[in-house]
């Protein structure tokens, strides 16, 4: 499965950023780090090497999914459906705060409305491909809800009230996580 390295990818890249990361060390912070690698690599990167394999060998990909009959001429739209969200999350490098939670509402729709399509397509058509109901269909609802776990995390952190002051927000500096 070609999406399991980029999840060890961004899981290591933001251990490491972390470790070696200058700015001082809080929640909020550490939650930004892990979600911009994740959305960047986990689904921007991997979304466009997955983008390239429904452009360029649409047929095979649809056959290994368990689509049988038809020549999968679906998987062109699939693969600019991959390659949209796959920009939106690497320009999470560059842009932050709502555009982040767009990128993420972005990954929930499309991946669980995948796995929505997975499960019916086994329970409807009997369709058990390991490509149908294997790896694919856990991460169809892994990679959303890990995102939408980070974000959730990381604007909890930010609304914080500052130690000292009370019912004041507790914001990190305006830094921006590079990677």
Known sequence: MILVPFVVIALIGGAIHLHRDKQPRST?????????????????????????????????????IGYTNGDGGFQTEVGFGDL????????????????????????????????????????????HDPDNTGAVLYLDILLPLVAIGLYALRERALRRPRPGRPGQPHHDPPDVVRI
């Open 84 to 127: 949209a969200l796959s920009v939106l999350a690497i320009l999470c490098i560059w842009f932050r705060d709502r555009f982040v939670l767009a990128t993420v509402v972005a990954l929930s729709i499309m991946y669980l409305g995948d796995a929505y399509g997975h499960i019916h397509q086994e329970a409807i058509h009997d369709n």
């Open 28 to 64: 909020a912070r550490t939650m930004e780090i892990f979600l911009i690698w994740w959305l960047v690599v986990a689904v921007g990167i991997a979304g466009v090497f997955g983008a390239m394999y429904h452009f360029f060998d649409g047929p095979k990909i649809a056959s290994e």
